[in-house]
């Protein structure tokens, strides 16, 4: 069984950085894995994804060059490095797992989120 449980999510000063880290468990080696955020009253939104073997990367355009997603293969782990934050981050953010190696936008499992406070 597919677990995804998320950590590292905080109050930070806009302009500061956080760490987000997602430990996966259940046979998620080769999936993709991915990130999401939801702010109060709207739409979960995509973030960022990682291929099962971290070659591949893609991004929201509202975090390119901010926000960089990494994965430890060896500890079934998924980062979610975080920069220059800006009170618009702010949401809950969602660890996201899918058995497509390449998956980008589609995700299967999902974690229970972590929530990410930038004050201005």
């Known amino acids: 069984q597919v677990q995804l449980v998320e950590s590292g999510g905080g109050v930070v000063q806009a302009g500061g950085s956080l760490r987000l880290s997602c430990a996966a468990s259940?046979?998620?080696?080769?999936?993709?894995m991915g990130w999401f955020r939801q702010a109060p009253g709207k739409e979960r939104e995509f973030v960022a994804a990682?291929?099962?073997?971290?070659?591949?990367?893609t991004y929201a355009d509202s975090v390119k060059a901010r926000f960089t997603i990494s994965r430890d293969g060896m500890k079934n782990t998924v980062f979610l490095q975080m920069n220059t934050l800006r009170p618009e981050d702010t949401a809950v953010y969602f660890c996201?797992?899918?058995?497509?190696?390449?998956?980008?936008?589609?995700?299967?499992?999902w974690g229970q989120g972590t929530q990410v406070t930038v004050s201005s």
């Open positions: 996201a797992a899918d058995p497509d190696p390449y998956a980008q936008r589609d995700f299967f499992y």
């Open positions: 259940g046979g998620t080696i080769s999936y993709a």
């Open positions: 990682v291929s099962w073997r971290g070659g591949s990367t």
